[in-house]
């Protein structure tokens, strides 16, 4: 054998374990059980959706920053 068929098949099983182990998670997902602690707010990313949003608005106005945040308008907060 030589060298680049060693890589070939290194880099063939490399790509096949990787497959492998993001698609083995994907078949778990969450039992009916399950759905009821992830529903809780303190298990979603932003907790206070209120707070969140006027953390952005400010942002967004103060830096002169527009976009990423799906709101339209440059940074004088005249939107």
Same mark, same amino acid.
């Given at each position: 054998? $030589? !060298?680049g068929? =060693?890589?070939? =098949?290194l880099? @063939?099983?490399? #790509?096949?374990? @990787? @497959?492998?182990l @993001?698609?083995? %998670?994907?078949a /778990?997902?969450?039992?009916? /059980?399950?759905?009821g602690?992830l !529903?809780?707010p303190?298990m979603?990313?932003?907790?206070d959706y &209120? +707070?969140n &949003?006027? +953390?952005?608005?400010i942002? &967004? #106005?103060?830096?002169a920053?527009a976009?990423g945040?799906?709101v339209g308008g440059g940074g004088c907060g %005249? $939107?």
């Amino acid at each position: 054998m $030589n !060298a680049g068929h =060693i890589k070939s =098949i290194l880099t @063939l099983i490399t #790509s096949l374990s @990787l @497959l492998l182990l @993001l698609s083995s %998670c994907s078949a /778990w997902g969450v039992k009916p /059980w399950q759905r009821g602690t992830l !529903a809780k707010p303190e298990m979603q990313l932003t907790p206070d959706y &209120f +707070d969140n &949003f006027y +953390d952005e608005h400010i942002y &967004f #106005s103060k830096e002169a920053s527009a976009g990423g945040q799906g709101v339209g308008g440059g940074g004088c907060g %005249c $939107n």
